[in-house]
């Protein structure tokens, strides 16, 4: 992701922080099957080590992932994005960074929840993000990921009234599958759903990916390298 494409996402977000931590903080409340699988999630990571919300917005899935005794920390590309998450979560550490390149060493988490994070990536620079998440979870490290299903891309300029210039990418679930199992991960589960009421969510179908990290990527690469 070239410079002006991450400083325009970062921009974007930081104009809609207050609204969109006003509309969406409390959105798991109407969610059902996104509670059982953080449940789920939360209940295979326990003890494990700590689990980041990627691109965690206001931190509502942290909060629900702490809440469920889970060790937890959120990233997120844009500062008053953060703001707002640790105004919400003053007991929950935030930090800023850039899914492209995680400020984290190797082999570190127990598990990574990534909820629509991947939204306004592009489909060139999916791989990239993907080999990231597999390079900081520990061996068998969990990856919990949510996505607007489809083959659209829809651009925005403006959203609830605020100025924006972005991006929204939707996948279909077996695409995100062959990137997920190419950055060296294990495929445990892959759930679609409708959308839930137009006063809970955006009308776009969901899929989710339960995966678990099955191989060192970077490892193989070393011995490639040694070898040359």
Known sequence: M???MTQSIRESYDRLADEYARRIFNELKHKPLDRELLDRFA??????????????GPGQVARYLRDADATVFGLDLSPRMLEQARRFNPDISFREGNMMSLDLPDGTLAGIAAFYAIVNIPKTLLPSVFWEMQRV???????LLAFHSGDE?????ELWGRSISMDF?????????RYVEAA????EEIIE?????????YQSRRAYILARK???LTKELNTLRSQW
């Open 43 to 56: 209940a295979r990571i326990m003890g494990r080590g700590e689990v980041c919300d990627m691109g965690c």
């Open 214 to 216: 099955t191989r060192s």
């Open 2 to 4: 070239n410079d002006n």
């Open 184 to 187: 060296g991960f294990a495929i």
């Open 137 to 143: 979870l520990k061996p068998a490290g969990l990856l």
């Open 153 to 157: 891309t829809l651009h925005e300029d």
């Open 169 to 177: 990418f939707l996948f279909q679930p077996q695409v995100i599958r």
């Open 193 to 201: 759903r409708d959308p839930y009421p137009p006063e809970v969510e």
